[in-house]
């Protein structure tokens, strides 16, 4: 019965780590509203108008730091000598346990943290209004930079993820390391494809040939590193983090 998957499992297990962290996701949540409030009233003192990219990129300052705390918070109760027998004994599977804090650190946390921000830079565009004559406008929450922000919050929190599950102690110190690890590591795998794609042109600055060869190979390995983060990196990172969590429950 428990190897099949259930969805009222997984919202009882959501339900539950929510409401054992309610104080620190309150208190979060409070801290962030009104730093990012401050901020907003600056922006509008400026032009008296917050534009789509001020607010995203107020929104991306807090919105993938804070999500990454947030997996580690989540993820923290895993590491807990007296209580981790507890957690791993709850009448849910791996794979709805996976699912579950997925949903909540990624899905779930991206639309509550879309929402928190409208709502505050909405609050300051009125606040704005009463204090320095700010004329009302609706806040331009949806852009192609917050689409990007969301989309590579997705794509590198599977590495948090795994790190959180991991590692015991220096969670976000030893995941950041291994990150950039691979970074360096697909910067010096593209090279040498480069380099055997190219080996026939003279790669010298000022070679006309040398020059188109380096900007078609810059053209295909943008693609290539695209589809690999997007295709490879978040689903790899997930069957890692899915294995770790079987390895504990073990």
Not at 235 to 246: E, G, R
Request: proline share 2%.
């Amino acid at each position: 019965m428990m190897h099949q998957f259930n969805y009222k499992r997984i919202y009882h297990f959501i339900r539950r780590d929510l409401t054992i962290r309610k104080s620190s996701i309150s208190t979060a949540l409070i801290v962030i509203s009104a730093i990012l409030f401050v901020f907003f009233l600056i922006n509008l003192r400026e032009d008296y108008r917050i534009t789509s990219g001020e607010f995203t990129n107020l929104f991306g300052l807090f919105y993938i730091p804070a999500g990454v705390l947030f997996t580690f918070s989540i993820c923290k109760e895993s590491h807990d000598s007296k209580a981790n027998h507890l957690y791993f004994v709850l009448p849910v599977s791996v794979y709805e346990r996976m699912a579950a804090i997925w949903f909540t650190t990624t899905i779930l946390y991206t639309a509550v943290f879309s929402v928190l921000s409208f709502v505050v830079g909405q609050f300051a565009i009125v606040t704005g209004g009463i204090l320095f004559g700010t004329d009302f406008h609706l806040l331009p929450m949806f852009s192609g930079e917050y689409l990007g922000f969301t989309m590579f919050y997705s794509i590198i929190q599977p590495v948090f993820l795994v790190g959180a599950l991991a590692f015991k102690k220096n969670r976000i110190g030893k995941t950041l390391l291994v990150f950039v690890l691979v970074f360096f590591g697909v910067m010096i795998y593209n090279l040498i494809l480069f380099t055997m794609l190219n080996y026939r042109y003279d790669v010298l600055p000022g070679n006309a040939l040398a020059s188109e060869a380096f900007g078609l190979a810059q053209s295909d390995f943008s693609v290539f590193g695209m589809l690999f983060f997007l295709g490879i990196l978040g689903p790899v990172m997930l069957f890692v983090a899915y294995c770790k969590m079987v390895e504990k429950e073990v």
